[in-house]
């Protein structure tokens, strides 16, 4: 896979992002450095169901990562 730009990436984000807003276990949608570009990550507070993340959005890249619970301090 050739790595996706910047731009790429925060397409991919705003994207992806309109697609799991909705989602009470989602804790954040960033931008991270992937193989020499960029990617997007995504932080649930539990492991999402297979299939409802794409492992890439038009090409570029997604991780997700298991956070756990979030709390203000």
């Known amino acids: 896979m ?3 730009t910047l ?3 925060r397409a991919a984000k705003n994207k992806l992002l309109e697609q799991l807003r909705h989602r009470v276990d989602l ?3 960033g931008i991270a450095v992937v ?3 960029y990617g997007v990550k995504v932080n649930f507070a ?3 169901p297979r299939g ?3 492992d890439d959005v038009d090409g ?3 991780i997700v990562d298991i ?3 979030t709390r203000l301090l």
């Open 2 to 4: 050739t790595p996706a």
């Open 7 to 9: 731009d790429q990436a």
């Open 27 to 29: 804790r954040g949608v």
């Open 35 to 37: 193989d020499g570009g």
């Open 46 to 48: 539990r492991r999402p």
């Open 52 to 54: 409802l993340v794409p």
């Open 60 to 62: 570029v890249p997604v």
């Open 67 to 69: 956070v756990g619970s």
